[in-house]
């Protein structure tokens, strides 16, 4: 049940683009993304509640493809900032909104 | 506003003993769960209380952890004869509910046991 991030890891300088994907065996009902910097908690980035969605913040968007039952992130013109580890969370079956997490991305820029 | 705030930060204990570990949600959220996190993995769900509804246990690992949400606020996470594999970030969060769904963290509580 849990999902499968790809890449790992990525390595990046400021400026270049980034995409983390999020895929899973089961039926996708809603897709949340968060990002941890280290030995900090996970923050929010967005959710996609329906197949087709698209969101954007501010230079990062996410896309929800139900058929193929996967969701991916876009990071453009990345900065530093955007280092951190990016988890995708799918909801756990029965549980409400409880979410079973992927092993995250983790995504190093550099200047 | 005040986010979610988890205490201790940080708890050492023997192996064997008993802990606590406190969660306070954010005023007004009515779903709370309790997350785990072990050195470099991801995030594995533990249980998840949703308003009056009976909590959603299934991700406890074992008959050891318990948790309960007293006054639909606080919560407290205790695990029983801890053990070395218990080692890791307990983080908590809350969600608004009434269909808004993002999930806030607490800081989270380091557990090392020795």
């Known amino acids: 049940q849990q999902p499968v991030q790809s890449p790992q890891a990525v390595i990046l300088r400021e400026g270049e683009d980034a995409v983390i994907n999020c895929s899973s065996s089961k039926a996708l009902y809603s897709v949340h993304w968060y990002r941890q910097k280290h030995g900090e908690a996970p923050v929010f980035l967005m959710i996609l509640l329906k197949g087709g969605e698209q969101k954007g913040h501010d230079k990062i968007s996410a896309s929800f493809n139900e058929k193929k039952q996967q969701s991916s992130l876009y990071l453009t013109a990345s900065q530093l900032s955007y280092s951190g580890t990016y988890f995708c969370g799918t909801e756990k079956p029965q549980a409400g909104t409880a979410l079973i997490f992927g092993k995250g991305t983790t995504l190093s820029v550099s200047s | 506003g005040a986010g979610v705030s988890q205490s201790p930060s940080n708890k050492v204990t023997e192996k064997g003993k008993d802990v606590e570990l406190r969660c306070d949600p954010i005023?007004?959220?009515?779903?709370l769960y309790w997350y785990r996190q072990s050195l470099g993995q991801g995030l594995e769900f533990l249980i998840y209380?949703?308003?009056?509804?009976?909590?959603?246990k299934s991700g406890l690992p074992s008959d050891r952890f318990s948790a309960e949400r007293t006054g639909g606020s606080v919560s407290t996470l205790t695990i029983q004869r801890t053990q070395q594999e218990d080692s890791a970030v307990y983080l908590c969060a809350s969600s608004p509910g009434q269909g808004r769904y993002e999930q806030y963290f607490g800081p989270g509580t380091r557990l090392t046991v020795t």
């Open positions: 005023s007004g959220h009515t779903a």
């Open positions: 209380f949703q308003g009056n509804s009976a909590p959603d």
